[in-house]
Each structure stands twice: as structure tokens, then as C-alpha cells.
Nanobody, 125 residues
């Protein structure tokens, strides 16, 4: 049974920063692809960032490149999303997801069978 628990969400002013964390348990986290997605009210869920099992490869949505950084600490079974220069339109529920073992980086939801419950990020203008 895989469990993913996100934390670090909250309310921040535009231009501010937040760091999301996702703690994993129940499976071999260190060999699994990990990603972050988000869903704004009334919109479909969208890809934000992903990182391969060893951290050697990452991918970002064009809208967050240069402002967000995904990283992982396999010793702590945790993946992070550092978000800088946040914008009001990035208000959303942010989800952590775990993909296949040894998998390449992926932007596709279907490649992530395991999901956390989400954490709310609200960016005020």
C-alpha cells in the first residue's frame, strides 16, 4: 500500500515562495519516478514537474520553468517542490504522485498510479 502525504501548502502573497514536501511510505520510493501536478478551480489537473528515481533528470511545465525546482531526498523518502515568484493564477491544489520504478521522466498522469491527497496553495494578489 503506497501512501503519499503532502505538506507545506498555505497562503502566500504574489511574488512569494513556498516549499512543498511529499513523504512516501509503503514502497521503494528511491527507485520510483516522482512528480507534482496541480488543479485550479474549474480546470483540469495539469503537470508541474517531475524527477527520475535518482534525480538525474527533471522536467517542468513551461509556465514554471526558472521559478520552480523539484528535488528529492531518497534517504528521507521525500520529494520537494520549491516554488518561487508565485502568481495568483497558480492558486490550486497541488498533488504529489509516484510513478513506475526506474521510469523515465514523464508529464503524463497515466504514468503515475499513486497520488497524495493534495495540499492547497493560495496566492493572493
Amino acid at each position: 500500500q503506497v501512501q503519499l502525504v503532502e505538506s507545506g501548502g498555505g497562503l502566500v502573497q504574489a511574488g512569494g515562495s513556498l516549499r512543498l514536501s511529499c513523504a512516501a511510505s509503503g514502497r521503494t520510493f528511491s527507485s520510483s519516478l516522482a512528480g507534482w501536478f496541480r488543479q485550479a478551480p474549474g480546470k483540469p489537473r495539469e503537470f508541474v514537474a517531475a524527477i527520475t528515481w535518482g534525480g538525474s533528470s527533471t522536467a517542468y511545465a513551461d509556465s514554471v520553468k526558472g521559478r520552480f525546482t523539484i528535488s528529492r531526498d531518497n534517504a528521507k523518502n521525500t520529494v520537494y517542490l520549491q516554488m518561487n515568484s508565485l502568481k495568483p493564477e497558480e492558486t490550486a491544489v497541488y498533488y504529489c504522485a509516484l510513478g513506475g520504478r526506474w521510469g523515465p521522466v514523464s508529464r503524463v498522469e497515466a504514468d503515475y498510479p499513486y497520488w497524495g491527497q493534495g495540499t492547497q496553495v493560495t496566492v493572493s494578489s
